[in-house]
């Protein structure tokens, strides 16, 4: 259990560790490219972990220097795997729906598993788009969740529809693979896309390793085959929303954060968009080339979409408890299909500390200002609930965080971090 001690005015530097959506899709290209990849300043979590060793048992060559990682790919040609291989996934969704189709592209019979958690997260659009794309692919207990068994042999492709309103991990997984398709894949996405910047950043690594996608918007992608990634050396630049609860600090204390390895001006991450909202509620924000600096000031409540940004919510949510007024989050309905019910759990403990929220079909309503108390919280094995519960335990005394190890999912040395700050 970890109490948090409570600050004023913080004033901190920190160093960003590297990117995990970034440090998730190069570690998949480079596995798929043909030759030797070099992957710098990695990001080294549990999740990211679950997706090196998937590729490992797939037959790519995998291995850790310190912050940087050598990866001999596979040319997308597996090595048959005569015995059927369970690939453990814990309750890394990201490496889950991004793997499940390079999972297909081998030779073999594998089954994708993962903690009791996964096996409620859903998958079935993706199932059923790659089935529909020529994979064999079956559920093996619920329908439309985890686990699911992939009698893998290549992707024959084609023309697929999938829904854009549960996941943008759907259409990410598809365009990785694509390429190594036998007659490309063309994809429509139905229905309100969300989280359309991560869609962005799978296309930004496609590039860097030398495949071209064709695009209209976030409605349609085309992926030729008979291209391939090339091996190259890749940088992953600081991770967006790992500095999202550095910049909170400054907001809740009114003191100044500056996050390094963050490249504010050019970088694709959706999460660097709460620096807006910060700004928006009363914060000061300067944008250096290779660092952010947040100043806290007078908060006001605000209303945000935030549907191209849903992990951000916890961080804003922690936020708007110190803001004059009230916070309307809304537009994040697939905010219940994380690692936790986002939504419902933030409701929750939220208001055993004493604030009054209104939980909605697909956001919050937090009222800002209320006088809070200091107790133990549940932060539900969801490591952005446990490290938005450390921001709220910067101005009420008496916080303790239960399972505060499941920060690791995503952010290893967060409380390390956190305690110097």
């Known amino acids: 259990m970890k109490e948090i001690r409570p600050r004023s005015a913080i004033n901190a530097a920190v160093r960003i560790p590297g990117s995990k959506s970034l440090t998730h899709r190069a570690v998949i290209a480079a596995g798929l490219a043909s030759g030797k990849s070099h992957i710098n300043h990695f990001l080294s979590c549990e999740d990211t972990l679950y997706t090196i060793s998937a590729l490992q048992k797939l037959g790519a060559e995998i291995s850790i220097h310190g912050e940087d990682l050598t990866i001999s790919g596979t040319g997308g040609d597996f090595p048959h795997s005569p015995d059927r291989k369970e690939i453990f996934l814990g309750n890394s969704g990201t490496s889950y729906r991004l793997l499940l189709s390079t999972v297909a592209l081998a030779n073999g019979e594998f089954v994708l598993n993962g903690v009791p958690r996964m096996h409620k997260r859903p998958i079935g659009d993706l199932v059923a788009a790659l089935n529909t794309l020529g994979v064999e692919a079956t559920y093996m207990e619920r329908e439309a969740f985890p686990p699911v068994l992939i009698k893998a042999g290549g992707i024959r492709g084609g023309s697929v529809a999938i829904g854009g309103d549960t996941s943008s991990q759907y259409v990410s997984s598809l365009l990785l693979a694509g390429p190594y398709s036998d007659k490309g894949i063309e994809i429509k996405v139905t ?3 969300v989280s359309g910047p991560y869609v962005d950043l799978t296309l930004d690594v496609m590039e860097m390793f030398g495949v071209q996608v064709e695009r ?6 085309r992926v030729l085959s008979g291209q391939g990634y090339s091996p190259r050396q890749f940088n992953v630049e600081g991770d967006a929303s790992s500095a ?3 910049w909170a600090a400054a907001a809740v204390t009114g003191g100044t954060t500056v ?3 963050i490249y504010s001006q050019k970088t694709r991450q959706g999460d660097i968009r709460l620096l807006h909202i910060l700004e928006k509620m009363g914060c000061r924000v300067e944008r250096k080339a290779d660092r952010v600096l947040v100043h806290g000031g007078t908060l006001s409540g605000i209303e945000a979409d935030m549907n191209t940004m849903p992990d951000m919510v916890p961080t ?3 936020v708007a408890l110190f803001a004059d007024g009230k916070t309307i989050i ?7 299909h994380k690692e936790s019910d986002r939504l419902k759990a933030i409701a929750s403990e939220w208001t055993r500390l004493g604030s009054r929220v209104e939980e909605l079909s697909d956001g919050l309503i937090i009222h800002g200002g209320t006088p809070l108390i200091g107790t133990t919280v549940d932060p539900y094995d969801d490591h952005r609930m446990a490290m938005s519960l450390a921001v709220v335990g910067l101005r009420v005394p008496g916080i303790k965080i239960q399972n505060e190890e499941c920060v690791e999912k995503s952010f290893t040395r967060f409380w390390q971090m956190w305690d110097k700050i």
């Open 191 to 193: 229905g309100t896309p």
């Open 216 to 221: 209209e918007g976030y409605h349609f992608f």
């Open 244 to 246: 999202s609860y550095f």
């Open 259 to 261: 996050t390094e390895n």
């Open 316 to 318: 804003l949510a922690a």
């Open 330 to 336: 809304r537009n994040v309905p697939h905010l219940r």
